[in-house]
């Protein structure tokens, strides 16, 4: 994001890497881990001084390389659960500012759907100042489109929480989050009630788009049935990370009933 759809606003914390495969858990972990060992060799084969490590990642596999070289250290990571892509990746290439500093580059990146609904997730979900910052600049530039939203419901899909705890999200407090871990990472000075209004903005137009179709979708979902076709996503049925919120709805209605009617009320109310 900071280095293909923007000029290097602020800091970031890490690398994001996508495996796009889609394959059997077993087969893309060992994949995985072959790859993030390749990249850690390219690392310290290609810049002196440099000293790749493997660390543990989520869902228990390696995911992990951190790197470091003198006194920078940076994370590259990808996720064993959210594999796979809901539309085609592009070649993109890197922003003016970022060429200017570091110098060209091109690689395949994933697209500004995949990209800015996985953003979307994030801001309602660990709603971090940085992710509100991000979604800031996402307003101020290509806004929240009709398509970008289908994608973020996907997205919301792929999800542990029940769809209506990131529908209407208890607004977590961010003052600390703020002064320790965002402060003095952006380029310009962003305030903690910037970042407030843009994520009440976020909330009501996520609201107001709860349409028919929308909410179609979104109970479907919740009954263990899917209707991707209610949001022209059907490509999306095949994802990882579907299939596994799947499997464990169907397991709350199994295990208990009462919880998942409770949560579908909680979703019925939002969509009305």
Known sequence: MNLFYRDLPRLSVDIDLTYLPIKERTESVAEINEAMDCIADAIEDSIKGA???????????????????????????????????????????????VADAFGYAEMQVVSFEDL??????????RQHPRDHYDVKLLYENEGLTDELFRTFLIYVACSARPAHELLNPSQIDLNQPYSREFEGMTKTSVSLDELLATRKKLITDIQSRLDRNAGRFLLSLHD?????????????????????????????????????????????????
């Open 116 to 125: 800015f609904g996985g953003k979307l997730h994030a801001a309602v979900d």
């Open 224 to 272: 263990g049935t899917p209707d991707f076709g209610a949001i022209d996503r059907t490509r999306a049925a095949d994802l990882p990370a579907v299939r596994w919120k799947l499997l464990n709805l169907k397991r709350l209605i199994r295990d208990n009933p009462k919880k998942h009617a409770e949560q579908k009320g909680q979703l019925e109310r939002l969509l009305r």
């Open 51 to 97: 000293r790749a490590q493997r660390i543990l990642g989520g869902g228990g596999g390696a995911t992990r390389v951190l790197a470091r070289l003198d006194d920078v250290e940076i994370k590259i990571e990808t996720s064993p659960v959210t594999r796979g892509v809901v539309h085609d990746p592009e070649v993109r290439p890197v922003s003016e500012e």
